[in-house]
């Protein structure tokens, strides 16, 4: 399927990202981190109120007490870093946030780096251990690190565009290309 070539440098990253839940032990080089950290920073957000904050933890102890209160990401303890992604809540502040989420997985992974999103469930002593204030709610976490395994061939477990995509009107399917 022809959908792109080389030149379709988003569309790669795109087409070949995927959750990356074991890492090496690579640190991660700190001009990495500042764009990763950038590409969140530059996200749109709505009335261009950019809500959120990235704390970034790199301190192994803090990562292994991470991953130990997490409830869906104990493997942030393995992370080289993680980006806890927060955000005082209101009017689209959530999407926001994963919006920046995204540009900073997408960045990560541009440059051989594994993410993932992990829910903030369990994440409750995390904000007195870090100082976040009461007001402001954990979106997420973001682990980083260079990927254990060989992963991202583009083999991915999506529906069929022609089951989620329309042309012009409801029961109209938007056709693959051949
Ligand atoms: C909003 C959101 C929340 C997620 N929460 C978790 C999580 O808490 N723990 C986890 O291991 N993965 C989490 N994931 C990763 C998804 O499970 C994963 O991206 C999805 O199963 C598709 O797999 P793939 O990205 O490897 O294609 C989350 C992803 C998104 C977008």
New binding site residues.
Partial sequence: MAVADESHQVFQTIRT???V?SYRDQQIPEDSLHRILEAGRLTASAQNRQPWHFIVIEEKETLRKLGEWSS??PYIAEAAAAIIVAVKPGRNASTDA?RAIQSMVLQAWSEGIGS????P?GLEPAKAFLGIPDEIEIV?TVPLGYPAQEIGKGI??RKPLREIAHRERWDEAWNELD
């Fill in positions: 990202i995927l959750a839940r869906y990401g994963a993932n999103w992990v829910g469930n997420a991915k477990n």
